[in-house]
């Protein structure tokens, strides 16, 4: 239990954005720059979709209000679990995912934009990568976004394609 609580005080910033962002405003913090990630979130139903996509607009524009940097390299970020976003977030399921999610992210990605901050795409599980793959591109290629540098995506370099992946992205 102690060493959970050593790795969790060291890993976790907060039980929230708001504890998250006060703890990273604290002196000994203040020489880091975090990407925030929220801990847990898989949506299961619509309702928990709904609910994941209002806690990453609430804390974007909380990230946005907390810094003073006006370009994104500078600037806090946040990274996005799209499993989060959609309840059958599955290969299965790509058309509707995509007619779906596509809008979620692109507006999630519109608001970073707008408070001056990077957003990520977390690939998170290998079967889901391609499917993850597809929802950043379509949100990439949007012109509202042409001229902002911070929509990223963190891939997984340990799996054997991901050379392959780097390359082709």
């Known amino acids: 239990r102690q060493a ?3 790795l969790g005080f060291q890993y976790v910033m907060g039980r929230n954005i708001k504890e998250a962002l006060q703890r990273s405003q604290k002196k000994a913090n203040r020489q880091y720059r975090y990407s925030y990630d929220m801990l847990g979130e898989a949506a299961i139903t ?3 979709a ?7 607009r609430s804390a974007i524009e909380a990230i946005g209000a907390s810094h003073q940097a006006e370009e994104v390299f500078s600037a806090p970020s946040i990274s996005v679990k799209l499993s989060a976003l959609h309840p059958r977030f599955e290969f299965s399921q790509q058309q509707r995912v ?3 999610i596509v809008p ?3 507006e999630l990605a519109r608001l970073a934009k707008a408070n001056r901050m990077a957003l990520t795409i977390d690939t998170e599980e290998a079967d889901r990568l391609m499917l993850t793959l597809a ?4 949100v990439y290629q ?7 540098e911070g929509f990223g995506l963190a891939l997984q370099s340990y799996q054997k394609r991901a050379m392959a992946e780097i390359a082709r992205l």
């Open 104 to 106: 979620r992210v692109l």
């Open 4 to 6: 959970m609580r050593i």
């Open 98 to 100: 995509l007619a779906e």
């Open 50 to 56: 709904d609910r994941y996509l209002q806690a990453y």
């Open 142 to 148: 949007d012109e509202s976004l042409a001229d902002w």
């Open 46 to 48: 619509q309702h928990d």
């Open 135 to 138: 929802v950043f591109s379509a």
